[in-house]
C-alpha cells in the first residue's frame, strides 16, 4: 500500500448535546478508491466537511497530501474535487455558466474533457439550475467535481437522484479517476454502491468508526430479501435449513415465502425449481435496517465485527 495521502487521526466533533463524531481515525492510500460506509446520521458528512474546512473540529487532526485541513484549507482546495451531500448552487444561473465559473475558479479546465462529461450525463446546460430536476442539480455538481481531473475526489452520496443509466457513468468515471492514479473518498448509505466501485470501505455508526477492511469483507452484514410464490403450497420446512437462509416467513396459505438471506442464493434458487413457481424477487434492505438487525443493542455487533478488521 502507498503512503496516505488522506490521514485522519482522532477526529472529534460535537453540536453542543448532539453527538456528532468521536475519534475517527484511518488512513487512504493515494490511488485508493475508499468507501465511507453507514446510514443517514451516523457522521460521514461531518467527517467530509471537515475534510473541507467547512466545520472546525473539536478535537483530532485531518490532513490530505500533508497539508492540514483547517490551516492550509486553501492550498487543499486546489488538490480537490468536492460533491457536497445538499449542493447549493445559484438558481438564476444555466447549468453551463455554472460549470464556466467553477472551470475559471480552477484557473481554466480542459475543454474538451469537459464537453466529453457533459455528453456522458447527456446534460442539457442551457436550462437555469432552479429548472432542472435532482438528477440534473447532481450531473452539475458531478461534472464540476471531475472536470479538472483533481488529485482527490471527496464525494458525499455522489450518485443522490441520478438514474441507472447516470449511475453506470459515475461508476465508470471513479474507475477512470483510479486507473490514472487519482484518490476517491467516497461516502454513501448504499451497500451495492461501494460494492462496485470501492476496494476498501471504513463503517461508521453513531459517530464512531466500528470497521475497517476490504470490500469483499462486507458480505459477512450484507443481508437481503427474497419472495418466492409458487402455484400451489410448499412444505413448510423446504427452505428452513438451507445454506444462505437466516430466517423464513410463510405467507398467505403457505404458497408464497419470504426468506431473509446472507451470502449466496444458489441452494434456495435450486430448491425453488423442484416446483412451480409463478414469481421470485429479490429485494436489499436498507443500510439503516441491516445496521439495526447487526448492530443490535448498545451498537455493538459480534464480536468479530464490532471492532477495526
Keep these: 500500500m502507498t503512503a496516505p495521502i488522506i490521514e485522519i487521526d482522532k477526529l472529534t466533533k460535537s453540536y453542543g448535546g448532539k453527538r456528532g463524531i468521536v475519534d475517527v481515525s484511518l488512513e487512504?492510500?493515494?490511488?485508493?478508491?475508499?468507501?465511507?460506509?453507514?446510514?443517514?446520521?451516523?457522521?460521514?458528512?461531518?467527517?467530509?466537511?471537515?475534510?473541507?474546512?467547512?466545520?472546525?473540529?473539536?478535537?483530532?487532526?485531518?490532513?490530505?497530501?500533508g497539508l492540514d485541513a483547517w490551516d492550509k484549507s486553501v492550498e487543499v482546495k486546489r488538490l480537490i474535487g468536492y460533491v457536497p451531500g445538499e449542493p447549493s448552487l445559484d438558481n438564476n444561473l444555466t447549468g453551463g455558466q455554472i460549470l464556466e465559473y467553477f472551470a475559471h475558479l480552477r484557473g481554466g479546465v480542459d475543454k474538451a474533457y469537459l464537453k466529453t462529461l457533459i455528453e456522458r450525463f447527456d446534460l442539457d446546460t442551457s436550462r437555469k439550475f432552479r429548472q432542472y430536476s435532482t438528477g440534473n442539480k447532481r450531473k452539475v455538481v458531478l461534472i464540476?467535481?471531475?472536470?479538472?481531473?483533481?488529485?482527490?475526489?471527496?464525494?458525499?452520496?455522489?450518485?443522490s437522484g441520478l438514474d441507472p443509466l447516470n449511475q453506470q457513468e459515475f461508476d465508470g468515471m471513479v474507475r477512470e479517476a483510479r486507473d490514472d492514479g487519482r484518490t476517491v473518498f467516497l461516502s454513501s448509505h448504499v451497500l451495492s454502491e461501494v460494492e462496485k466501485t470501492c476496494t476498501r470501505v471504513g463503517i461508521i455508526r453513531d459517530g464512531r468508526l466500528v470497521r475497517i477492511g476490504g470490500v469483499a469483507e462486507l458480505k459477512d452484514i450484507k443481508r437481503y430479501e427474497?419472495?418466492?410464490?409458487?402455484?400451489?403450497?410448499?412444505?413448510?420446512?423446504?427452505?428452513?435449513?438451507?445454506?444462505?437462509?437466516?430466517?423464513?416467513?410463510?405467507?398467505?396459505?403457505?404458497?408464497?415465502?419470504?426468506?431473509?438471506?446472507?451470502?449466496?442464493?444458489?441452494?434456495?434458487?435450486?430448491?425453488?425449481?423442484?416446483?412451480?413457481?409463478?414469481?421470485?424477487?429479490?429485494?436489499?434492505?436498507?443500510?439503516?435496517?441491516?445496521?439495526?438487525?447487526?448492530?443490535?443493542?448498545?451498537?455493538?455487533?459480534?464480536?468479530?465485527?464490532?471492532?477495526?478488521?
Design 28 to 65: 487512504i492510500s493515494e490511488g485508493e478508491v475508499f468507501g465511507f460506509l453507514g446510514p443517514n446520521g451516523a457522521g460521514k458528512t461531518t467527517t467530509i466537511r471537515i475534510l473541507m474546512a467547512l466545520l472546525r473540529a473539536d478535537g483530532g487532526r485531518a490532513q490530505i497530501a
Design 144 to 159: 464540476q467535481a471531475f472536470m479538472h481531473r483533481p488529485r482527490v475526489l471527496i464525494l458525499d452520496e455522489p450518485t
Design 226 to 309: 427474497i419472495t418466492i410464490h409458487f402455484a400451489r403450497p410448499v412444505p413448510a420446512d423446504a427452505f428452513a435449513r438451507l445454506e444462505g437462509v437466516s430466517d423464513v416467513e410463510w405467507l398467505g396459505d403457505g404458497s408464497a415465502v419470504r426468506l431473509a438471506m446472507q451470502g449466496s442464493a444458489d441452494a434456495v434458487i435450486k430448491a425453488a425449481a423442484l416446483h412451480p413457481v409463478v414469481s421470485l424477487t429479490s429485494d436489499e434492505p436498507s443500510l439503516e435496517d441491516i445496521f439495526l438487525r447487526y448492530y443490535e443493542g448498545d451498537g455493538q455487533g459480534p464480536k468479530e465485527a464490532a471492532g477495526v478488521v
